[in-house]
């Protein structure tokens, strides 16, 4: 079994996930479908928290050394056809489900498998293991899809407002007695009380802090989560919820352009500071419009403002260490 | 100002006490990513149109239903820094659109707060966030910001904020239209009265705890929140908050009531308006689109929504805010109020 510290957790994690990274799974819009392949190797190992606790996880990894959580975001466009590998390195069953779109049943220990699918509807898609739900998924197994529309690279939906870039927060949040538990394969006992939170598998490293500004370990400063964009770089952000917590996603600096709640278009377009996510597979599209921060006087234009989940328990780590939760920045450059 | 005392008490709080003594019961400790040593001037200020000033009290109590009482902290009206108790929630701040408003907190050498005017959107320095400007401590702070988009806020410090802000470090702020109280933004509907539910819950044993608890990584249980009280702008919702002045109301027929509704707690709510109809009309600051009719709706920390009731029917209409926990979705607790038509 791998032990993956914090330390280093970015060279795995980070590098296959960059959206828009080169590789056949890539945001540019093409006339005609394709076939997309990719591999996933499932794998388990612990993930050392701040408090020097190591917690056990599984996650959809680019290698078989490596444990991803989540694992990578995929970009695809509607029409095209999914093949991807499975190849399950545990001595227990996965699995591989969109809802509503594919299941690939169980995958024993051991066994190699491919799913081929096809995604026609645009919009914003969590990937999961689905045994013993919400077990596995919790355990790690989970990540992201967005399907463009055909042809488009800035709408969410033909006809939704435009953005020019586009993130994924996956937030997670863990309770490491569960974890421990499912790790020997035992049913826990205790009600779910999460001690750890995190932000596309990263929590946040506040100044001074081990790690901080390392956009590896802290998700303050992971390119994956933190924005970036100068006035009218409008941010579309799929939001999901791997966790069982009901979160308040709250952004500083603008409101949010809320497009999607768990994946109904919205039948008006809200502007909104803070948004219920709910728990358990929740999900929102919003776009943080990038404005002038509308009640700055003078004026900004540049400046950094956090991203927090009001939710405030889950700014905190370990049952204190505020700011070490999911959390991001937001940067006007 | 910022003497280089205080600053190497500060900077050995973080080296000496890290990991340690972050918790229960101890004094007015150093605290761990404080951040009051970046402490400098706000180099934005202009000329305000209006000036709220604030200091800190940290040891005021609320009495609840059944007699027992917890430990407020909050914002008193003035710059006096500390002081015995004040009012909970904190003193409203209300302003008119456009202007140019100034928050001047006063915070002593004792510990470190911000105000964070949540849903204002100032400029980096303004927004009182600690880990991005400062906490402020033994010195008072000017936060400059221009709201915009007339609604319902609330400001509230941002400092452990976790903890501050359940400790009750927050008050509502309104942003009228330039016509003023009565209506709602410009072009909008007008309101004859209005009603303030700032729903919040309180967990007693985290009200035990101080200013820095947590922060240099000791277990205080500041990751599950276990209320006890369930409140109403200040006033406990057992059965106080169905008749506090404020928050239930007496109304006519013909009369439109606008209730600003405030998730204030960190679980997620359901309030039910006992079988009334009411029109949102603006969410977190910003007008919606079309208006949309509900007789409850769902909230979660944070949100605010401005609901305007124009009842047809008289009688006594029980509101009902359903607090629930954020994982398994049961009802921890409730807390009542409610409009009477006559
Ligand atoms: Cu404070
Ligand atoms: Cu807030």
Known sequence: MKRRDFLRIGSAGLAGSLLGATGLLSWTPRANAATLERTFHVTEGFITQIDGTDVYFRGYSASPTGLDVPGEALIVQAGDTLRLTIVNTLNVATSFVIDGVVDSGPIGPGETRTVTFTVDQPGSYLYHDNLNAPHNRLLGLHGGLAVMPAGSSNELYPGSPTFVQQYFWLFHDIDPAWHDRLRRGLAPNTAYTPRYFTLNGLSGRPPGAPGSGDPSIDSMHDPRSALHGSIGDRALIRIMNAGLAAQSVHCHGNHMEWLTENGVIRPDVWEKDCLYLDGDKGALDVIYPFEVPPDSWPPARTGEYPMHLHSEMSQTAAGGYYMFGAITDIFFE | ?342
């Open chain 2, 1 to 342: 100002m910022f003497d280089i005392e205080k600053r190497n008490r500060r900077m050995m709080g973080m080296g000496g006490r890290g990991g340690g003594m972050g918790g229960r019961g101890g004094g007015m400790g150093g605290g761990c990513y404080i951040y009051d040593e970046n402490q400098r001037a706000n180099d934005t200020l202009v000329t305000p149109d209006v000036t709220f000033r604030r200091g800190i009290y940290m040891n005021g109590s609320m009495t609840m239903d059944d007699g027992n009482t917890v430990t407020i902290w909050g914002f008193t009206d003035g710059g006096g820094g500390m002081s015995m108790g004040g009012p909970f929630p904190s003193p409203a701040m209300r302003v008119t659109q456009g202007q140019i408003v100034h928050t001047q907190l006063t915070v002593p050498m004792c510990c470190a707060h911000t105000i964070h005017h949540h849903g204002i959107e100032p400029g980096w320095e303004s927004d009182g966030v600690g880990h991005i400007s400062w906490d402020v401590s033994g010195t008072t702070y000017t936060y400059q910001w221009r709201p915009m988009h007339p609604g319902t806020y609330f400001y509230h410090c941002h400092t452990n904020t976790v903890l501050h802000a359940e400790m009750g470090m927050y008050g509502a702020l309104i942003v009228d239209p330039p016509e003023g109280p009565g209506t709602l933004y410009s072009g909008g509907p007008t309101y004859d009265m209005e009603a303030f539910w700032v729903v919040d819950e309180i967990d007693s044993f985290w009200h035990t705890l101080n200013w820095t608890a947590g922060t240099c990584g000791s277990d205080v249980g500041l990751n599950d929140l276990n209320p006890d009280y369930f409140i109403i702008t200040g006033v406990d919702g057992a059965q106080s908050a169905m008749n506090a002045p404020g928050i239930a109301t007496t109304m006519q027929v013909g009369q439109k009531l606008l209730a600003r509704y405030i998730c204030a707690g960190y679980h997620p709510q359901r309030i039910h308006f006992g079988g009334l109809t009411g029109t949102i009309h603006i969410s977190d600051g910003r007008v919606l689109p079309r208006p949309v009719q509900v007789t409850e709706l769902r909230a979660h920390s944070g949100e605010r929504y401005d609901v305007i009731f124009e009842p047809d029917t008289p009688g006594e209409y029980i509101i009902t805010c359903e607090i629930r926990h954020w994982v398994s979705g049961e009802v921890l607790g409730t807390a009542r109020t409610r409009i009477t038509v006559t």
